[in-house]
């Protein structure tokens, strides 16, 4: 039974910092894409970030600069670190684990397309007040 389990998640200011992680059993968890998705309140999901199995890494635009994704795999953990938060972060975050990933040039790439992940974990709330 896969489980994936978040954690780290809680209320900052403007301008600070929290780092998520997010435990996984049940799978082999080099074998998979890892991503962090989030949602608002009254909105879409929407990726934040994404990580291959070749540890290859994914940030949209908004996040970039600002969220950094990483894995242990020694650990069976993702991590997500975000510095410089700003209100419009607030969500609920979510890890993901997929083993759709596409092969370029002798690396794996991973997508942040909620169709790739098999498993979600039940989300960590963040919230950053201004």
């Known amino acids: 039974q896969v489980q994936l389990v978040e954690s780290g998640g809680g209320l900052v200011q403007a301008g600070g910092s929290l780092r998520l992680s997010c435990t996984a059993s049940?799978?082999?968890?080099?074998?998979?894409?890892m991503g962090w998705f989030r949602q608002a309140a009254g909105k879409e999901r929407e990726g934040v970030s994404c990580?291959?199995?070749?540890?290859?890494?994914y940030y949209p635009s908004f996040v970039k600069g600002r969220f950094t994704i990483s894995r242990d795999n020694a650990k069976n953990t993702l991590y997500l670190q975000m510095n410089s938060l700003k209100p419009e972060d607030t969500a609920m975050y979510y890890c993901?684990?997929?083993?759709?990933?596409?092969?370029?040039?002798?690396?794996?790439?991973?997508?942040?397309?909620?169709?790739?992940?098999?498993?979600w974990g039940q989300g960590t709330q963040v919230t950053v007040s201004s």
């Open positions: 993901a684990a997929g083993r759709i990933m596409r092969r370029y040039g002798g690396s794996w790439y991973c997508r942040l397309t909620a169709d790739d992940y098999n498993y």
């Open positions: 049940g799978l082999t968890f080099d074998d998979y894409a």
């Open positions: 990580i291959s199995r070749d540890g290859v890494k």
